[in-house]
Each structure stands twice: as C-alpha cells, then as structure tokens.
C-alpha cells in the first residue's frame, strides 16, 4: 500500500548554536522577509503564534507572545469601556501627557454626584493639580503655547501628524531661545504653518492668519526666522495639495477631482507655477476641470474658498488649459 506524504512544518530542534547559528543571525533571517533556507516568502500564522517560510514550512520563531489586550471590543464605546489605560505620549501636551488629569464633572466612578463637602475638596485639588502641573517659567510658556496650537489646529481642521510636527517645531525653537523678543502667539502660529506645510497639507496664510491672535505680516516674520534658524526644508508647495480641500467644499465628484489634478500636473510640467501662487493656480484648475466635466461651479464661490481674486482664476484658467494642450501635443 502507498502511502501519501506532505511535506510539514519544520520545526528546528536544538539550541541556535547546534545548527550553527547564534540568535543575532536568528533574528536577522525574521527581519529579511525571506525564508534563509529557500528565499521563500515568510508569513506570521496568528493562530499557532509562530513565525514560518510558506514554501518550505521551516519556523523561524514560535511562542510568540501576543501584546493585545485579552478582551475583545466590537466597537469604540465597548473599546474606551474596557480599556484599562492611559492615553499614549504626546508632544501636544507640555508634560508628554504623563501628568494626571482630575475630571471636571463633580461625579464619583459610579456616576452619582458628589456631596458639597467633596465638590469643595474636589475644586481645591483641581486647583493645586493645575499649578503643579507647571513648575516654572518655561512650562507655563509651553503649555499656553501648546493649547494655542491645538486651539487653532481645531479651527483649520488638521489631523493629528500635524500637530504633533507642530508641537516638535515649537519646542525647538524653545530650547534654542528663539522666543526673545518674540510673541508666543506669533511662533506658534508660524510652527503650525511650517508644520502643514512639512506634512504635505498646507494651510495658506490667510487661513493661518484668520484663527491666529496676531496679524499676517508677524506670521509671515515668524516663519521666516523659525525657517531659517531651525535649517527647516520646505518644498515650494504644490498646487495640487489645495485640490482636495477645494473640490471637498465646493461638492464636486471624483472625476472632476481627477480631471483638475491631471491639469495641475500639466501646468507644473509646464512650468506655470513658476513665480505664482499656488493656491491660485489650484483654483484656476478645479473650475477649469468644472467646465471640462460639465459641473456647475461658480467663480464667486471657488474665490471666496480659494481666498483669491476672480481675476487671477480667470488669468490662469487660460494659461492651464493652453498649458494641458501642449503637454498633451508634446
């Protein structure tokens, strides 16, 4: 009788050093994403908790341990419910967010009110919280500057990346002493336009400028000097970063999206972007790719979203349309 055979999972018996290998070699086959037997591709099985090459079955590591949480959640209410920790670091927060924090509703943990005695003690403990929290000069800077920069991050919108980049530019500028003779409103607005600009979604000045506490022209000296003396890299803008924005407000479809990229692209490869505004050449594309897909786009309300002139959107429509022609001819 013949018998049938598949191959199976290896499992290497043995110390490292029996199979000639050390551990420092071990770890290095799991982090070549190739199997060191057979160049294989490895795969992690969940349910055996071990590490393995699809081809030749050889495990490379076993009895993994799982860091997950041993509850399961089947939604974000359940989740925050059965969460048993804190919220992760953040450079948001002047302290990391390591420090606690005492709720403000007079509540105990099941819900039911406080007495007036405890409200009381509940107001003073908050109150000597809030002033340990900032031990000095420095700290009290940087929280009232943190709480600036996620006061106007709310206003414009921005996710996460970008004040976290935010957070990290003002406390360099900070630790070099750039803030004498300089308003704390002032930097921190100037960081947060340096920060959306870092993570690829720019906020234009005049947006900037409409949350922020001090006028354009000492964001615009702010951000100069925060530039120059941090050695930041800031690509010009693209104009295609605004479309999203734009075609997001103004309602229009994906193909209209699409259709005002590709021209943007063109009038980038074309070079008339040079010496230009970018979010006026992002405008001047979107209601160009509006005409070009049918879509019902007024100039009057792309100008107020754009925050530029009628003028300047008809002058570029013109130039991005002959500029389409010849990228597409050339």
């Known amino acids: 009788m013949t018998e049938s055979f598949t191959t199976p999972r290896v499992r290497e018996e043995g110390s490292p050093e029996e199979h000639g290998e ?13 199997c060191p037997e057979c160049s294989g591709s490895i795969v992690h099985d969940e349910a055996q908790a071990e590490t393995h090459c699809q081809d030749c079955g050889r495990v490379l590591e076993s009895d993994q341990i799982d860091r997950g949480p041993e509850w399961r959640a089947f939604d974000s209410r359940e989740k925050n419910d059965k969460s048993r920790v804190g919220a ?25 009110s406080l007495s007036s005695r405890q409200r009381k003690k509940m107001r003073r403990l908050r109150k000597w919280d809030e ?17 600036e920069i996620n006061r106007m991050a709310s206003a414009l919108g921005c996710p996460d990346p970008i004040r976290e980049t935010t957070s990290v530019l003002y406390r360099q500028a900070l630790e ?92 980038v490869e074309a070079g008339v972007h040079s010496g230009r505004n970018p979010v006026g050449i992002a405008a001047s594309a979107l209601y160009a790719a509006a005409k070009l897909t049918n879509q019902d786009v007024i100039q009057d309300d792309l100008a107020e979203i754009a925050n530029v002139s009628k003028v300047t959107i008809r002058n570029r429509y013109t130039e991005i349309l002959e500029a389409a022609d010849e990228v597409s001819s050339g």
């Open 131 to 147: 002033r340990f929290r900032t031990k000095n000069d420095r700290e009290r800077n940087l929280k009232h500057a943190l709480g």
């Open 22 to 34: 050390t551990a420092e070699e071990e770890q290095n086959d799991l982090s070549a994403k190739t």
């Open 176 to 267: 070099e002493d750039m803030l004498r003779g300089r308003s704390i409103e002032g930097m921190a607005t100037a960081a947060l336009y340096a920060g959306s600009r870092l993570e690829n979604a720019p906020r234009t000045l005049d947006e900037v400028a409409a949350v922020s506490r001090v006028d354009k022209i000492e964001i615009e000296r702010a951000y100069r000097y925060l530039a120059d003396e941090l050695e930041l890299e800031v690509a010009p803008t693209n104009p295609e970063a605004y479309i999203a924005r734009f075609a997001s407000e103004l309602g229009c479809p994906d193909e209209t999206e699409h259709r005002s990229r590709e021209l943007t692209q063109a009038a």
């Open 88 to 112: 992760p670091q953040t450079q948001q927060l002047h302290d990391g967010g390591l420090s606690t924090v005492i709720d403000w509703r007079d509540e105990d943990a099941y819900g039911r």
